[in-house]
C-alpha cells in the first residue's frame, strides 16, 4: 500500500480539493486498493470543519464529492504513516519540516513538482480571493495529480 498526505495551510480548500481530486483519479484507474490518501492542515484554525462551501461547489461541478471531509492537523506521527507528504506551497513545506523528525524530511515535497506543464511550483491560496482562484486551484490540481499517480504507478510498479 502507498500512502499520500496532501498538506495546505487550513486543510479546508486547496488538500481537501487534491484528496477529492486523486481519489477520483484513482478510482477512476482502478487503484484504490494499491493507494490511500488523507490530506491535513499545518494550523488548526478549522479543525472539524466541512471543505469551504467554494472547493465544495467548484469539485462538484467537476463531478467530485469533498462535502464528507473533515479539517484536521498533520500530526508528528503522520510521518510514519505516508510515504508522500505534499504541500501546496512553500510555507507548509517549511512547516512540514518543523513537524517532522528529520530522517523522515525525505518524504516531504511539494504537489507540484509532479505537474509536467507547469512552471509554478505553488498551489495559489484561494481563501482570500474570488471564486475563480478556486477554478485554478482545480485546474493546477488535476494536472498534479496525473503526474503524481504515473510517478507513483512507476515507482511502486503498479
Ligand atoms: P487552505 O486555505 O490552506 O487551502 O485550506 C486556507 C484556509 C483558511 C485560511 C487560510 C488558507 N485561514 O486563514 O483561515
Redesign the pocket.
Known sequence: MVRVLFV??????????AEGVFRKLIQDQGYEADIEIDSA?T?A??VGEP??SR?QQTAHQRGIDISQLR?RKVLAGDANVFDYVLA?DHE?YQNLLRIFPQHEHQKIGLFMQYANQRVEQE?P????GGAGGFDR?LDMIEEASIGLLNNIKQRHKL
Request: aromatic share 12%; with cysteine; glycine share 12%.
Open positions: 495546505c495551510l487550513g486543510n479546508i480548500c486547496r488538500s481537501p480539493t492542515g494550523h484554525y478549522h471543505p469551504d472547493a479539517g501546496m507548509n498551489v491560496d484561494p481563501y482570500f486551484v
